[in-house]
């Protein structure tokens, strides 16, 4: 699907010397953890490496718990949103409406947890140093086959830069962030799809 393959395969950050400072050591789990659960909006610029290599950009927004929604930069009209339990790709290509999956099957769903605890049994499956970086590799421990989701951090202050999702047919979406703004106000409607389906002149899903 090219770049619409998003949220069923996404974030890696280029290394580039001297970006960051070195670290003696890897981020922990709970320093991590604390981070995602230190906000609950956030929302950033993002350049995404799709898996043939093209590149698209646009603009990510989280609402935790479960609401995320990824605004492509025009011409572009593909949208994927996040919201009530299912991940919704809107392809511009299709007049049939939004191809749906359950967000419990996507990695994604584990950094969108209502409280975010990365040292939860069996969920982190590689947890390294990589050069300034520290890289998690998370799964859902109960089904692998949903694929994984690896998070790409700086320190000091912790940040997350970007994050790679493998989906189950192992095809990799890299996309890198700009500046993360936590904190943020979205109108109440952002995260609504019967209201993306109506803006898109689509049946209102019942």
Do not use: C
């Amino acid at each position: 699907m090219k770049r619409r393959s998003f949220l069923t395969a996404a974030l890696l950050l280029p290394a580039i010397s001297g970006a960051f400072p070195a670290m003696a050591e890897p981020l922990s789990l709970s320093q991590i953890s604390r981070y995602f659960n230190s906000f609950r909006t956030a929302e950033a610029d993002f350049t995404q490496v799709n898996p043939d290599g093209s590149l698209s950009t646009g603009r990510l927004m989280i609402h935790r718990p479960g609401r995320m929604r990824f605004e492509y930069d025009p011409p572009d009209p593909t949208l994927v949103l996040a919201t009530a339990g299912s991940v919704n790709v809107f392809d511009a290509r299709s007049n049939a409406g939004p191809t749906t999956y359950p967000l419990s099957r996507t990695p994604l769903a584990l950094i969108l947890d209502d409280t975010v605890d990365l040292g939860r049994e069996r969920m982190v499956i590689r947890h390294y140093e990589d050069g300034p970086t520290t890289n998690v590799v998370a799964q859902d421990p109960d089904h692998p086959e949903y694929g994984s989701i690896r998070l790409v951090f700086s320190a000091d202050p912790v940040e997350l830069r970007q994050w790679v999702v493998t989906d189950d047919m192992g095809r990799e979406t890299t996309v890198i962030l700009g500046t993360l703004r936590t904190g943020v106000t979205f109108g109440s409607l952002m995260f609504n799809l019967d209201v993306e389906l109506q803006r898109r002149g689509l049946a209102v899903l019942r």
